[in-house]
């Protein structure tokens, strides 16, 4: 086996790993953050919600079941660098079709291998989330480190016009056509669409820039905000798109940025988490149910709403918004961050989290059947409206609620 190159990875306090090469040999910078995953890091590599973030793989081996050209979440890799402890020498899966550590060499994905990722992982759970580079061809810290300081930080960053597709484009409802989505595609992962489509589900994925007039041209029942990456505060346009399609009682749902976009929508804030939730088996209580859902996170952003915040107990109470009542409906048990929220003067609802999995548990794919019902009743509303001579909801309610 041929020895790889030495590499460093230094973060923006100064602390210093050693390793050697993973991947593309060459230098990178990004902000760490780790992923508690044990499976799943071919979806983790391919999430466009990791845009210039660089990934500490906690579970000591990666890459044993190779890659393969059925997993990936997007048309690409997009973290920034790659952290692993103990990589595979070779991937064995009947699926597989190369090696992970070729497919980051062939993207240009800088690496690092042989780092105590336990180490690491503490360090950035006490220190919070950072910023890092990883070089395999200067090695000396000091001058690393220079350059990590000058790298930009993850809050203010808009990312999703980096991220989002430039075409328009169409996935199909598998089976009988029951309804239509526009989905505003701020990083949206290939999942999202696929499991609107088994319920019937044809979805319109459009840039992130769209307008209103843009959405409501797919003919769609409803509308889709998706996950994606950087900070929430940035991003004023998909907020004053989320408003247009609130005030016109357009059927909504939000996921992971989505939530965030929809709460700021609603008048609420965010805030940058320490070191954020990434995993597969993170506790969310839907206050709904009363259960307990074990849910696949990628998220640094949270939404704050009043009375909550720093790991006090979310408020259960109704809050008034100008679009009317919005609940809390799901909390994080590891830390009380609000996971999601729904609306109940307007069809509205989100969650924080990712119902799509891929990777990861499937407890909560209910709410895409939550989503579907959503639709379902603002059909039913608008066929009834338009028996009774009303106008219909895009012009009578958007412009009367405008």
């Known amino acids: 086996m041929t020895r790889r190159p030495p590499a460093i990875l ?5 602390r210093t790993f050693h390793g050697e ?6 230098e990178t910078f990004g902000e760490a953050v780790f992923n508690t995953g044990m499976t799943g890091y071919q979806e983790t590599l391919t999430d466009p919600s990791y845009h210039r973030q660089v990934v500490v793989q906690t579970a000591p081996h990666i890459g044993n079941t190779g890659v393969n050209a059925e997993d990936d979440e997007s048309a690409r890799i997009w973290v920034a660098g790659y952290v692993v402890r103990d990589p595979a020498r070779i991937g064995s899966n009947w699926r597989a079709t190369g090696s992970l550590e070729d497919r980051l060499a062939t993207e240009g994905v800088v690496g690092i291998s042989g780092v105590d990722t336990r180490a690491l992982t503490r360090h950035l759970r006490e220190r919070g989330a950072m910023r890092v580079g990883i070089s395999s061809v200067d090695t000396d810290p000091q001058r690393l480190l220079a350059r990590v300081r000058q ?8 990312l999703s016009a980096e991220v989002t597709t430039a075409q328009p484009y169409v996935v199909e409802a598998v089976g009988a056509h029951r309804f239509t989505v526009a989905a505003l595609d701020l990083g949206i992962k290939r999942n999202v669409p696929r499991r609107l489509a088994a319920r019937g589900v044809t979805t319109h994925v459009l840039p992130a820039g769209s307008t209103i007039e843009d959405l409501l041209a797919t003919g769609a029942d409803a509308v889709f ?3 994606g990456p950087g900070d929430p505060a940035t991003a004023d346009g ?3 798109l989320a408003r247009e399609v609130l005030s016109r009682r357009i059927p909504l749902f939000g996921i992971c940025f989505g939530s965030q976009i929809l709460g700021r929508a609603l008048g609420f804030g965010t805030y940058k988490l320490g070191y954020g939730h990434r995993g597969i088996n993170q506790p969310v209580l839907d206050r709904g149910t009363g259960k307990v859902e074990v849910t696949s996170h990628n998220h640094g952003f949270a939404v704050q709403v009043p009375g909550a915040g720093n790991g006090a107990v979310v408020p259960d109470q109704v809050i008034e918004t100008e679009f009317g009542g919005v609940q809390v409906s799901h909390v994080c048990l590891n830390d009380n961050v609000v996971e999601g929220l729904r ?14 999995a891929a990777a990861g548990p499937h407890d909560a794919d209910y709410l895409f059947d939550r989503f579907a019902e959503l639709i379902e009743g603002g059909v039913a509303l608008d066929r009834k409206q338009s028996e009774g001579g009303a106008l219909d909801r895009n012009q009578s309610e958007g412009g009367k609620n405008a």
């Open 151 to 158: 790298a930009p930080q993850m809050v203010g960053a808009n």
């Open 238 to 240: 998909p907020v004053a």
């Open 225 to 227: 905000f998706s996950p």
């Open 21 to 26: 090469a993973y991947g593309s040999v060459g």
């Open 343 to 356: 609306a109940i003067d307007v069809p509205a609802f989100t969650v924080q989290y990712h119902p799509e």
């Open 10 to 14: 230094v973060l923006e306090d100064g």
